[in-house]
């Protein structure tokens, strides 16, 4: 059963960083896609940062590019996720959810089929 928690949101003005965790444990790690959405109040959750376990490519939605970065962390049977966020804007402000579809490509929410609990992040002076 893959399992899947995050951590690291907060609360930090403009201008500021966080950097998000999501450990991901279970079988078979490296051919789960693994994505960071992000739900704000009112909005639909969209896709953040994605990493393809087709090719190992990493999307970034434009709305982050140049200020978010998503990597990963190897242990002996997780593999933890990061996304540090640099520059938050409040705009930036959302729960954000760490996801995981086996072998997937995309960012779109619809196709990831497990799911952490989410951490909620707000951007404000």
């Known amino acids: 059963q893959l399992q899947l928690v995050e951590s690291g949101g907060g609360l930090v003005q403009p201008g500021g960083s966080l950097r998000l965790s999501c450990v991901v444990s279970?079988?078979?790690?490296?051919?789960?896609?693994i994505g960071w959405f992000r739900q704000a109040p009112g909005k639909e959750r969209e896709g953040v940062s994605c990493?393809?376990?087709?090719?190992?490519?990493?999307?970034?939605a434009d709305s982050v590019k140049g200020r978010f970065t998503l990597s990963r962390d190897n242990a002996k049977n997780t593999v933890t996720w990061n996304l540090q966020m640099n520059s938050l804007k409040p705009e930036d402000t959302a729960d954000y959810y760490c996801?995981?579809?086996?072998?997937?490509?995309?960012?779109?929410?619809?196709?990831?089929?497990?799911w952490g609990q989410g951490t909620q992040v707000t951007v404000s002076s």
């Open positions: 996801a995981a579809q086996w072998y997937g490509s995309s960012c779109w929410a619809s196709e990831y089929d497990h």
């Open positions: 990493w393809s376990s087709h090719d190992g490519s990493i999307y970034y």
């Open positions: 279970g079988f078979n790690l490296d051919y789960y896609a």
